[in-house]
């Protein structure tokens, strides 16, 4: 299973760099790219913890304050994921 993950993630990240050089060749920045990859992540990643709680009484009655991470090392990742996307896009450009 993991080795179709990593698989399914290779060509999804050649897919996405693709696409996102068409939309460059149409006038989108890298910056309204990452943008857009992150808004998209946030939903499907959304869905999939909202489907994950409703399906498995386990997960929703799972003491929350011991499983939430520090919010600083949320801010951290969550820019250290912006900073990568953009330059990517950016080198892409």
């Known amino acids: 299973m993991g080795s ?3 698989a399914a993630a290779a060509v999804l990240w050649a897919a996405s760099g693709t696409y996102a050089r068409t939309l460059i060749d149409r006038g989108a920045s890298p910056l ?3 943008e ?3 808004w998209i992540a946030f939903v499907v990643l959304g ?3 909202w489907w994950r709680k409703t399906r498995d009484p386990a997960v929703r009655w799972r003491d929350a304050e011991r499983d939430r991470p ?3 090392l949320v801010v951290g990742f969550g820019l250290s994921i912006a900073c990568a996307n953009y330059l990517y896009y950016s080198e892409i450009a």
């Open 4 to 6: 179709v993950a990593v």
């Open 32 to 34: 309204e790219i990452a």
């Open 36 to 38: 857009a990859r992150a």
């Open 47 to 49: 869905a999939f913890v």
């Open 70 to 72: 520090h919010p600083a």
